[in-house]
Structures are given as structure tokens and as C-alpha cells.
């Protein structure tokens, strides 16, 4: 007799966790044991260098209600997500990372805003443990900018820590562009939305896997994704510096008169004005290289992942 399907889908990227996975394991095991229906846990490894696969598999040999995905390479932790939703069958699919900064208790906290009737429940951090100041302030300011630039009211201090019903997680297997912001898509999708407090937790091993560079990526794929501000910016620094070389025209005409020819007589003036100008056009050039890079991405049409060992999708989605 097959196993029901399940009514919670609990998804976990996984990139390098040996060390917290068995101790993650431990955690969502207890939470599932507490839900009110059947329940799957979907490892995604994404490219894992270390243990973490061969973990995986053994915590499979003894819980049926494990499930793994295996990537062929590391695409990406927002892909990872993704492949999750792509195979999770549940009536609810929660996401949350392995290294345990996001307390698998919460989801029972999560899972009670979802019957209450909300479709998307997403975690906001009251509180961040072991950060340092650095990074406080980046996510602080990431948060606060994209909320300003985007076309979308991205709730600040939330991460991809979420639950989405499953009406909008067969909506967000559609969308299938490559560089994805996760925590963007799921409000652009709408629904009824709430939120829930929580405590972020400090890593419990090994070493953050979102450095400085990823999280200026990420920041990158958030703005380009759901605003078009900075082109915007681009048209309206042309106009202003285009309007202030039209009034220095006569200014100019004015002082050379009046002081005579050897006023504005140099060249640094004139090299530093022509440095400006060429390196506000290489900046705009530099944003718009990255929009119509994305345009190049969509347009190759490359699957978002390839998988190398996975459980068989659910019927109702299409091929990735």
C-alpha cells in the first residue's frame, strides 16, 4: 500500500552542513512528529562538497519521510528552493535553511497562522544572534533599500524562513526565471500574507555559506528583479547633468567676458569634467549590462537545475 500524501512539505537546502545536519535532522523530526497529518522532509543538496549526501541517505535508510534531491553542481541556494517546491506535495510547504540560525520549532508557529487561513507565513526576525555589527548593518540596509527601490512591499527583516499553501506554490512552479529572489517572488504572487515573530538563532557549525559576495548577488537580483529604478536613475541624472551644462553655457560666456580669456584657461577643468561624465556612462552602461544580462539568461532557455538523484515529481507539475 503506498504511503498518503503528505499534508506538510518541509523544504531544506543543504551546501556543506555534515556537521549540523544530523542535529537539523534531530530538530524537524520532533517537529513533525507534532503536526496534525503526514509529513516529508526534502533535503536539497546543492552541490554539497563534503558529507552532507552521504548523511542525507543514511537518515533516509531510516525515515521513509526523508526525501533527497541531489544536484549535479551548485546552483544557488533561491534554486535550491525552488527544486523544493517543484517536488514537495504537501497541502503546505514550509522552506528553511540546515544550519539551524532558523529554529525548526517555529513551524508549528507557522502552521497555526496557515489554518487560520493565511496562505503565506512568513518568519521576520525580532532578533539576529552571533552577527556581527557589519553584517547587522548590511542586512539592516539591504532590507530598507529594497523596500524603497521595488516595485513590491517586500516585509523588512524576513528571510526565505516561510510557509506557502500549496495553491501558491503550483502558482510559483511557473515562474521560472533564473535569477530568482525567493522572498520577492513569494509576495509578488499575492494571497493573504501575515507574518510571525521569531528569534534568528547563531549557526550551529561551520562557517556562514552567504559571504559578503553572495549577499551583494543576491541584493543585485533583488533590485534588477522588481524595480526598474536604476534605469530610471539613468534617464534622470542625464537631464539634470544635460540642464546644468545648459546653464553654465551662458555663465561661461558671462566670466569669459568679464575676466577675460584666461578664465576656465586650464585643462584640468576640462579632464576633470570629461572623467565624470565618462564614469557616470560607464556606471549606467554597468546596469544596464546586468538587466540585458538577465535578458541573455532568460532567453538560452537552460533548465534552473539539473538533478542527478531525486524522487519522482508530483503529476500536477511541468518539467523544469
Sequence with gaps: MSNPRPRYSIVAPVFNEEEALPEFYRRTAAVMEKLDGPAELILVFDGSRDRSPDIGRELRANDSRIKIINFSRNFGHQIAITAGIDYAQGDAVVFLDADLQDPPEVILDLVAKWKDGFQIVYAQRAKRKGETFFKLFTASLFYRLIRRLASIDIPPDTGDFRLIDRKVALVMRHLREHDRFMRGLSVWVGFKQTGILYERQERFAGATQYPLGKMVR????????????????????????????????????????????????????????????????LVFLGIIGEYLGRIYDEVKNRPLYIVTEAPPKPKDEDES
Excluded at 541584493?219 to 539613468?234: E, H, K, N
Aim: hydrophobic share 60%; aromatic share 10%.
Design 218 to 281: 543576491l541584493a543585485i537580483d533583488a533590485i534588477t528583479g522588481f524595480s526598474y529604478v536604476p534605469l530610471q536613475l539613468a534617464t534622470t541624472l542625464g537631464l539634470w547633468i544635460s540642464g546644468l551644462a545648459l546653464l553654465s553655457i551662458p555663465v561661461v560666456v558671462v566670466l569669459r567676458a568679464v575676466l577675460g580669456g584666461e578664465f576656465f584657461g586650464g585643462q584640468a577643468t576640462t579632464l576633470i569634467s570629461v572623467l565624470f561624465l565618462g564614469g557616470v556612462q
